[in-house]
């Protein structure tokens, strides 16, 4: 069925003006995005919080009774699912959708996982998961560069608005796992997944209602495909997803498609998926040459995140199950759920955000470098997992209980690196993104993390099988060399991403 016509807004098109600061000195369009990844945050770092110690605890517990380290495995592959779905979304928002609707809907199938997660039953986990991940990738990319487009490129704010974007989110991933933590441990996992579902429901409202200060909220797509063409990608893209799931479907019922299988699939796709990417934008026609030369500069930035992003996620498995098993979950007296430490990453998130912002408004054009942004922030998320190192060494197979600090303390280091490299990141991807690929190379962006969580599901399969010293010791050493690479190629960097300084 058609949809019927809507009314046109004559002002849906326009930029937003230069003199917009009604939000913290921002524009009011921030205040409406940023809401939406409150709720979006929420329910989706609340559900994973809650994930791993869901597949690990035992089938008569309410959970799935897998061994931890195939838990973390599969929440992984989950993660990789979810980025690598973010490049269809970029080309359905650039292409057919535009950004609002594709964010719109995104949202809706986000809601839709979730209160699918919450009937009891593990046919409708898989279900959730699914329509979260395919929800996740249209609304996550496209949301970001909506942020982008609030602000013209030479906008000294840029960097200081997603500073305040990402601490508004982080208010929902503090708020997440608090909410989900509690519920899960005493009325049950499902009940957890419940409250991810309200959240997002409570996203959509809010983004719906403050839809009138986003800029470009136009109803077809900036670079719409012809309508013959707009046809036969649809037939495509519908007829590639039936004949995917029927094969699926074959596979499984063969048992050739076992769990180890689908994620190992899933980290082979996160591989190829970029590579193919940057190959085919650095060959489009559409592609100017001065826009192929900062794109150059951009594969070191995805790199950079890769690296910083396979830490940043052990935060929701191995991190969780480290704390579940070996941490004690108390403080001055007070017991909490093992969950609550993935909120510590958010409130610390929370309060560092605006003090970054503030200091990068204040310093100007005497501010760091983003590479240099960037390279801090792998060197800390680095450093985060050589903390570790200390609290679990010379305990050998003992069962022991580390102190709460250790990993509040691993999660501030960690807090910082993802607010100067997210932030930064986003940030340089709207300036250095080709025009006909805007949305798309947001959704770039987010196949970094893909990959991160691709190499994730197959390094944390080792996870109870090493000491977690050496476990965390060799990951976060990997992590600081590869910021340290990114500071010895700063002058390059320097040279080639103009206009981000």
Not at 414 to 433: H, I, Q, R
């Amino acid at each position: 069925m058609e949809e019927p016509a809507e009314p046109v807004d004559p002002e849906a098109d326009q930029p937003p003006p230069s003199d917009d600061h009604a939000f913290l000195g921002h524009p009011r369009g921030l205040a409406t995005l940023s809401g939406l990844e409150v709720w979006e945050r929420f329910s989706f770092l609340g559900m994973q919080a809650i994930l791993v110690l869901y597949f690990a605890d035992a089938v008569a517990d309410g959970g799935l009774g897998m061994d931890p380290g195939t838990a973390a495995s599969v929440a992984a592959a989950y993660g990789t699912m979810v980025y690598l779905v973010s490049v269809a979304g970029g080309w359905l928002a650039d292409r057919i959708l535009g950004s609002y609707r594709a964010v719109l809907w995104g949202g809706i199938l986000i809601a839709c996982g979730h209160y699918a997660m919450a009937v009891p039953t593990a046919a409708m986990t898989w279900t959730g998961l699914g329509l979260i991940s395919a929800g996740t990738g249209l609304l996550k990319p496209n949301v970001a560069s909506m942020v982008g487009k609030l602000y013209r490129t030479s906008d000294d704010r840029r960097d200081a608005g997603f500073a305040l974007y990402y601490m508004a989110i982080n208010i929902g991933a503090f708020a997440g796992p608090l909410i989900t933590g509690w519920l899960g441990e005493h009325q049950g996992w499902h009940w957890g997944f419940s409250a991810a579902a309200l959240g997002m429901t409570a996203g959509l409202v809010q983004y719906v209602l403050g839809r009138r200060h986003l800029a470009g909220r136009k109803h077809s797509a900036e670079y719409a495909l012809a309508p013959d063409a707009m046809r036969r990608a649809v037939r495509r893209t519908v007829a590639g997803l039936l004949a995917a799931g029927a094969l699926a479907t074959l596979l499984a019922a063969l048992g050739w498609l076992t769990m180890g299988r689908f994620v190992d699939l899933l980290t082979l796709v996160s591989v190829i998926a970029p590579v193919v990417y940057f190959a085919v934008m650095f060959r489009s026609p559409r592609v100017t040459r001065e826009e192929r030369g900062r794109l150059r500069p951009y594969v070191v930035l995805f790199l950079a995140s890769v690296a910083f992003n396979f830490i940043l996620f052990q935060a929701y498995s191995t991190m969780m199950l480290l704390a579940s098993t070996n941490a004690r979950t108390e403080i001055l007296g007070f017991h909490f759920p093992a969950s609550w430490y993935a909120s510590a990453l958010g409130a610390f998130e929370v309060a560092l955000a605006p003090v970054v912002a503030a200091l990068w408004v204040k310093m100007g054009r005497r501010q760091p470098h983003a590479s240099n942004k960037i390279a801090i922030g792998v060197v800390l998320g680095g450093l985060s997992f050589l903390l570790m190192v200390i609290p679990t060494s010379g305990h050998g197979g003992e069962a022991y209980r580390m102190a709460a600090w250790w990993i509040v303390g691993s999660y501030l280091l960690l807090g910082l690196g993802d607010v100067l490299l997210e932030t930064s990141g986003m940030s340089a991807t709207t300036k250095l993104a080709p025009r006909a690929f805007a949305s798309q190379t947001m959704a770039l962006w987010f196949l970094s993390l893909a990959l991160a969580n691709g190499i994730q599901a197959q390094v944390v399969k080792v996870y109870g099988h090493v000491s977690a010293p050496a476990y965390f010791g060799v990951n976060g050493a990997i992590a600081v060399a590869a910021g340290l690479a990114v500071f010895a190629l700063a002058p390059w960097l320097r040279r080639t991403m103009h206009p981000v300084h």
